[in-house]
């Protein structure tokens, strides 16, 4: 041990602490009983257990009790629904002395190997959520079993910009494989933080055994005892270490390369270790991760990963500014108005997440029923998938339909629009629907740039309009833009983040100002690289500029994504608004009028190649930039426009830009959004005289 109780306190001193009890346990068939740890931080399963120095301290109490007791094993589970999760992020980020870093570094692995030494057969019995040092904990003991309604299994350090640092870099690619390891440690965090199933979990190995929730720990206890009488072997892998680990090393640096190149090291530190766990022992490996641990610990791109995870774990749970809960209607019937791709969308959203009545219309049956077909068949892959019952799929299908007549919207409490982004029709279609709904019903839309409180001008009830901006895809992009009109009421408002709420969106409150949040930055940067282009910059060069931030994709393919008609109507949008800023590229136009949707394409060896039609019909200048001209240019426009927005008001904190960046645009959690990028690189202080953030917050305190 490393700490002692006393230093534990000092260093963590807010510690949710995770204490571990040691009871034995007798179990039919050994002649000594079993020694069982269990994990509790005193709260239930909202409140997940994690490890600080306090609860490390514990842990090693309890192993002390377990070996004393000279148990036929040790075991150690959670409590209910939880094993454990992992570290005490919220203590990281207050740590502000290298050393205390390295010795938190030191004492999970001292704790953690304490299981894998013993002569003492150990047991991880993982009745439910597992990640991080949890997932470290479980592959510290001999063997695992795992129950069957577990319903986070992962290593989330990667996409938090850390790696796994109390022993899952060593022990996991020596269990299952070099490969299978790059896919669970690096792979899946970068792919939004991707979890493992329970059948995917048992197929790769990670686990020796699953049996179901309601009686878990006695069937754990029963296998744990064929196990220590020697009638059950479990399996384990033969590891190439050959040729297998180069290709899986080889595949990692791919991965990490392409998704982050290079802006993480976390993520490149991870691969280093990977590739060291091929001939390192324990004692070697452990070293390097305490190593590398203890100087990302008190690096400021670290903390940005924190402030991430604190903005979507905590901020967005709380959205600033949303009024009083109680003010909320409640919402029994959903009608959208279309009946294209982003209205079928919603409607399915709308109908999984809520199942009430969800009606669509449009200009024709044909287009009605091509939208109602389009939720029932989506709703049947769910069902194929094992996703939903026979039953819930019949069920939900039943509760979408569509009509020409708007007087099926006459009882719907909630009515949202998805039609063509034109405020005449738009104002058009919320004037004929005032004829059918209630006065109480609110009125939504999903416009990504237009004015909400222009759109509600000429209604009686112009109170019960609000702007419910969805990212597509709908599925997959959690945030949900929550615009506030000129005279939106508070319980129009409150009623759409409550929905937003059940939706499972995170929601931000926004003012009613050109395109938002999300659009308005993303047509500011993509501006000023299209603009680079014009000037005479060659694409590859202009596309290449903001690979240093690691971001998802680069500008032009971000365009090709969001489609060039709609990136043209949002710029032609904020042009409008904001015309010395936002310039609208004669380029881009001629490119959507002929119809072309992508900058790139791929010749016959694979090569990212310019289409030659785009290269014909786009004019460009003499006046070519370099990649870091044209990235200094574009995160001076991104830190100029935040700057504006804040003093706008369009958002409460800059910590709302962030959290809409990285919800609606997929910005990686490691960079922390945009502010704290611009705060590190200096580019805040240089474009608006100071940074966004204090001091402390996503960056090590002083």
């Not at 002569?119 to 795992?146: D, K, Q, W």
């Amino acid at each position: 041990m490393t700490f002692t109780a006393e230093q534990a306190k000092a260093a963590f001193p807010n510690e949710v602490v995770t204490r571990a009890v040691t009871r034995l346990v007798n179990v039919p068939g050994l002649d000594k009983p079993v020694a069982l740890i269990t994990l509790d931080n005193g709260h239930d399963h909202t409140r997940p257990s994690t490890f600080g120095p306090q609860g490390l301290v514990s842990l090693g109490s309890a192993l002390d009790e377990a070996f004393a007791a000279g148990p036929a094993a040790i075991a150690v589970t959670g409590k209910p629904f939880i094993f454990a999760v992992g570290a005490d992020l919220s203590g990281v980020e207050a740590v502000s002395d290298p050393a205390l870093a390295r010795e938190i570094a030191e004492t999970g692995h001292a704790v953690f190997r304490r299981l894998t030494d013993s002569e003492i057969p150990t047991f991880a019995f993982v009745n439910g959520a597992v990640m991080g040092g949890g997932l470290e904990l479980a592959l510290s003991c001999h063997y695992r079993t795992l129950s069957e309604n577990t319903a986070a299994i992962a290593f989330p350090e990667v996409f938090l910009g850390l790696f796994p640092g109390w022993g899952g870099t060593q022990l996991l690619p020596n269990l299952i494989g070099p490969d299978a390891a790059v896919t669970v440690i690096v792979e899946n965090a970068l792919n939004q933080n991707k979890m493992l199933n329970v059948a995917k979990t048992a197929e790769l190995g990670i686990v020796d055994a699953v049996f179901g929730s309601a009686d878990f720990l006695e069937q754990s206890l029963l296998w744990l005892a064929k196990v220590v009488r020697g009638e059950l072997t479990p399996a384990r892998r033969e590891i190439d270490r050959g040729e297998a680990w180069d290709a899986a090393i080889a595949r990692a640096r791919s991965i990490v390369d392409g998704k982050t190149h290079g802006a993480s090291p976390g993520a490149t530190k991870a691969v280093e270790l990977l590739e060291l766990a091929r001939t390192a022992d324990l004692t070697t490996g452990y070293a390097a991760e305490t190593e590398a641990l203890a100087e990302l610990l008190m690096s400021d791109t670290l903390r940005a990963g924190l402030y991430s995870f604190n903005l979507v774990n905590k901020r967005a749970k709380r959205p600033a500014g949303a009024p009083d809960r109680s003010l909320a209607r409640k919402v029994t019937k959903v009608g959208v108005v279309g009946a294209g791709l982003m209205a079928s969308q919603l409607a399915l959203l709308f109908v999984r997440r809520l199942k009430v009545p969800v009606v669509l219309t449009d200009v024709d049956q044909e287009r009605i029923d091509k939208g109602v077909s389009y939720v029932h068949a989506e709703i049947d892959k769910l069902l194929s998938k094992g996703r939903l019952s026979p039953d819930a799929a019949n069920r939900l299908k039943a509760l979408v339909t569509g009509s020409l007549d708007k007087a099926a919207f006459a009882d719907a409490d909630f009515v949202i629009e998805a039609v063509f982004e034109e405020m005449g029709v738009k104002q058009q279609v919320f004037g004929d629907l005032e004829q059918y709904v209630s006065p109480e019903a609110i009125l939504a839309t999903n416009t990504s740039s237009l004015s909400v409180s222009e759109m509600a001008s000429k209604l009686q009830h112009p109170e019960r309009v609000v702007g419910f901006h969805f990212f597509n895809p709908v599925a997959v992009l959690p945030l949900l833009e929550i615009v506030r009109g000129e005279q939106t009421d508070d319980a129009a408002l409150a009623t759409a983040f409550a929905l937003g709420k059940q939706l499972k969106k995170s929601c931000v409150l926004v003012k009613d100002a050109p395109a938002f949040v999300v659009n308005r930055l993303l047509l500011r940067f993509l501006g000023e690289v299209l603009n680079a282009v014009d000037e005479g910059t060659p694409f590859e060069v202009a596309d290449r500029a903001l690979e240093p931030l690691g971001l998802p994709m680069s500008p032009l393919v971000l365009m090709q994504l969001v489609g060039p008609a709609i990136a043209l109507h949002v710029g032609e949008t904020l042009h409008g608004a904001f015309p010395d800023r936002f310039k609208v590229s004669g380029n881009l136009k001629k490119f959507v009028e002929a119809g072309k949707r992508a900058v790139w394409q791929w010749d016959s060896a694979g090569n990212q190649v310019v289409d030659p039609e785009v290269a014909a019909l786009w004019q460009l200048g003499d006046r070519p930039s370099t990649e870091e001209e044209v990235r200094e240019r574009a995160l001076a426009a991104i830190a100029q426009e935040i700057r504006i927005m804040l003093d706008e008001g369009v958002v409460a904190e800059a910590q709302d830009i962030d959290l809409c960046m990285l919800l609606g645009a997929g910005w990686p959690f490691w960079l922390g959004g945009i502010t704290p990028y611009l705060d590190r690189e200096g580019v805040s202080a240089r474009v608006n005289g100071k940074a966004f953030l204090a001091p402390g917050v996503a960056s090590v305190p002083a």
